[in-house]
């Protein structure tokens, strides 16, 4: 990586009329952006499905795309859904937020139109194309279609409240169940295929334009998905397939009881002796989808906190140790060089610092917390490693505005102001941000919530509480003019231009 800066934008909170973020025009527009203030990088969440608390990491499928981003006006271009279609449906009430709900109940129906119509009207080259994506990726579109397919004949519900036959996906119960739901099954291979195909569009623009994708993989898969239906080998389970040991963290300073996750524990022996196979697959999947790939919770591949099953809080829980170098030894030789990103924030200790060293993948940094009011701090720009990913914070975090106005105390503002050099009049948001392409870092991560000075009603996720996260969008369409002058300004000042723009000039 070199000297370079991008901005942190989920899809989903692109503005548009349809309730949330797509891969429509809204999404060419926020490429155009990126390009015309000099930026490198486009760091976006995990695009995978949505469920418990609408959190983008807890998802269905390790592999599915979450429908909600396709584009319904592109289905229009393609002639399976006419213009009238959209028309007089109530998407959204508001605009700056997704609701989770409406989306859910309104765009269901349309989808289900678009099939209908490729289904009785595709040329045969669509069909093909089709065809050709259900051969491809038939490793985890067919269990995920089949999952989706059970999952919704009984309304939704996990898998551990499906009647005790369809639990196991190879009894009989379930192979009649398929048949029956051909329809359903249908439905879920045209949205993924709609999705990716939107989706790599959408990428193949991204990069034309010099702008490289960093994506987001969540560490865990939930309890709610095919992984753990389809292949309980792959997990921590007892005899009758349910999850013995359970994710989270442990009590800190901020949460006494911990955070209780509730995704299952890998068994990590059994997936050395298959030689990390899902770990080699998913990986490479996820560097089909992304440039660069961010890994959530890092410091679990060292050592992780695993909370009985039965347990009330994640306070019960305990240390431990994780596969270490060796899975990435593994990955690296299946791979070669990958393009990682580590998540290492939290609780850190040598031996994972030790472990992030020896891969040799960046680490993250964040701004906010280095200014503790009068004393020194490792996350403080001067301490920064070049080889890292700085932030002022990031989607986990509050915004710089919110920040300094809900959070900060009098003395930590004054060390901003001093350790920045704060210009009378001049925001947090934006000397915050000045203070990070300042630094060291060879790569720095805006928020757009920064760059448009922001408070915490913009905020994206508050760990540990569920309702009221992932919900922020833009109101409109286009970055203001003033927002890209700006981040053009700081690009420039501190060398962060994107070096294909500098070869292009």
């Known amino acids: 990586m070199q000297r370079t800066s991008g901005v942190l934008m989920h899809i989903s909170s692109l503005a548009n009329r349809y309730g949330i973020g797509s891969f429509g025009q809204e999404a060419y527009q926020f490429v155009d952006f990126l390009r015309n203030s000099k930026q490198t990088y486009w760091q976006i969440l995990p695009l995978t499905t949505t469920s418990y608390g609408d959190s983008p990491y807890q998802s269905f499928s390790a592999f599915a795309g979450n429908t909600h981003l396709i584009d319904l006006e592109a289905l229009v271009q393609a002639g399976w859904l006419q213009a009238t279609d959209l028309e007089a449906i109530p998407f959204q009430e508001r605009a700056d937020q997704v609701d989770y709900h409406r989306i859910f109940q309104v765009r269901r129906p349309l989808l ?36 989706m397919a059970v999952k919704e004949a009984f309304d939704l519900k996990s898998w551990t409240q499906w009647p005790q036959a369809y639990q196991d996906p190879t009894t009989k119960e ?57 292949d309980r080998d792959l997990f921590k389970t007892d005899a009758k397939g349910r999850a013995v040991a359970l994710a989270g963290t442990p009590p800190d300073n901020f949460t006494a009881d911990g955070q209780f ?16 196979a899902w770990w080699i697959d998913r990986i490479q999947a996820s560097l089909e989808l992304y440039d660069v790939l961010r890994i959530d919770h890092f410091r679990g591949f060292e050592s992780y906190w695993e909370v009985p099953a039965d347990a009330q809080t994640a306070a019960e829980g305990h240390w431990v140790k994780g596969p270490g170098l060796d899975l990435f030894q593994a990955l690296q030789k299946a791979l070669g060089d990958l393009p990682i990103i580590a998540e290492d924030l939290g609780f850190m200790t040598d031996e994972v610092i030790a472990m992030r060293d020896a891969t040799g993948y960046p680490g993250m940094k964040i701004l906010q917390f280095g200014f ?11 301490h920064y490693p070049v080889n890292s990913i700085a932030y002022v914070g990031n989607h986990d975090n509050e915004t710089a505005r919110g920040w300094w106005e809900d959070t900060a105390n009098q003395d930590q503002r004054d060390q901003v102001d001093r350790y920045l050099n704060r210009r009378p009049g001049q925001a ?11 630094s060291v870092s060879q790569v720095v991560i805006y928020t757009m919530q920064d760059l ?43 060398f962060r231009v994107n070096p294909q723009l500098v070869e292009e000039s």
């Not at 503790?372 to 001067?382: A, I, K, M, N, R």
């Not at 947090?428 to 300042?438: D, E, F, K, R």
């Open 261 to 276: 996750w509730g995704n299952p524990i890998y068994d990590w022996d059994y997936m050395k002796q298959t030689g990390y």
């Open 452 to 494: 448009l000075d922001l408070g915490n009603e913009a905020r994206m996720n508050q760990p540990s509480t569920i309702g009221c996260n992932w919900q922020w969008r833009m109101s409109r369409p286009q970055v203001p003019q003033a927002v890209q002058e700006e981040l053009t300004q700081i690009t420039e000042t501190y």
């Open 428 to 438: 947090p948001s934006q000397v915050l941000n000045q203070g990070l392409a300042a």
């Open 112 to 147: 289900e139109k678009a099939v209908q119509s490729f289904q009785a009207q595709a040329s045969s080259k669509d069909q093909e194309a089709l065809a050709d994506f259900i051969q491809e990726q038939a490793s985890w579109l067919d269990p995920f279609c089949h999952y």
């Open 372 to 382: 503790e009011g009068d004393s020194d701090s490792t996350d403080l720009p001067h």
């Open 174 to 230: 379930v192979q009649e169940l398929l048949k029956q739901e051909a329809e359903v099954i249908y439905y879920h291979q045209v949205t993924q295929f709609w999705f990716f195909q939107q989706w790599q569009a959408l990428k193949a623009y991204a990069n034309r334009s010099g702008i490289q994708i960093i994506g987001d993989m969540p560490i865990y898969v939930a309890y709610d998905s095919v992984e753990m239906w389809l």
